[in-house]
């Protein structure tokens, strides 16, 4: 089993619709959690933090369920700008060895 | 604002021929990271340097070898290229978990 599983999507998304989507991890110990979104053959970029009492940074809404470990990612009133792979990445051990899922693509049309 | 700058940005090799992947970060973190991404796989982790003089195995090692020359600078070797190292790396730098990433290097080897 991976250690972070995510579905790759895509997920086609209307613009202006609400777009979901989860990521399990393996490791019960991990302690930190994160989005990074990745265009298409650019750099991951932090998308954001995630927290345990989830948090939202605009039409981003980010939760965490330690109890099923897995976090999820809401995206609200989809922009054609949001089109990207959004990487889930959990923080393996106190020394920051972050360890990346393989994505979800969001297609998101006009 | 430079950043992590990777270089080269693209390379072709030849199988067996060798090269090195230059990392460079002016953010004065300690930890940096070589990653390679395949379509389908994600972000992998080679290589890991928590601060200057140490470096640990990443998930896929072997036909790697790295250098942390000083805090700036954490390069990326490839003695004998083989078809199968045919990706696109990503050189990373961390502080309090958050990783900024270079901008890649697509290297074939045929």
């Known amino acids: 089993r991976k250690e972070v599983e995510q579905d790759p999507g895509p997920f086609n998304v209307p613009e202006g619709a609400t777009v979901a989507f989860n990521c399990t991890y393996s490791n019960s110990a991990s302690q930190s959690f994160f989005w990074y979104r990745q265009d298409c053959r650019k750099e991951p970029k932090l998308l954001m933090s995630v927290y345990s009492s989830g948090n939202e940074d605009g039409r981003f809404t980010a939760q965490l369920n330690r109890a099923s470990q897995y976090i999820s990612l809401l995206i609200r009133d989809s922009k054609l700008s949001d089109s990207a792979t959004y990487l889930c990445?959990?923080?393996?051990?106190?020394?920051?060895?972050?360890?990346f899922g393989a994505g979800t693509q969001v297609v998101v049309t006009p | 604002n430079a950043g992590v700058t990777q270089t080269p940005k693209f390379q072709v090799l030849k199988t067996g021929q060798s090269m090195t992947l230059q990392c460079a970060q002016d953010?004065?973190?300690?930890?940096m990271y070589w990653y390679r991404q395949d379509p389908g796989m994600g972000l992998r982790l080679i290589y890991y340097s928590a601060s200057e003089g140490t470096t640990d195995k990443g998930e896929v090692p072997n036909g790697y070898n790295v250098s942390r020359l000083n805090k700036r600078e954490f390069s990326l070797r490839l003695e004998s290229a083989a078809p199968s190292q045919t990706s696109v790396y990503f050189c990373?730098?961390?502080?309090?978990?958050?990783?900024?990433f270079g901008q890649g290097t697509r290297l074939t080897v045929v």
């Open positions: 990445v959990v923080n393996k051990d106190s020394w920051g060895k972050l360890q």
């Open positions: 990373a730098s961390s502080i309090n978990t958050e990783a900024f």
């Open positions: 953010m004065n973190h300690n930890s």
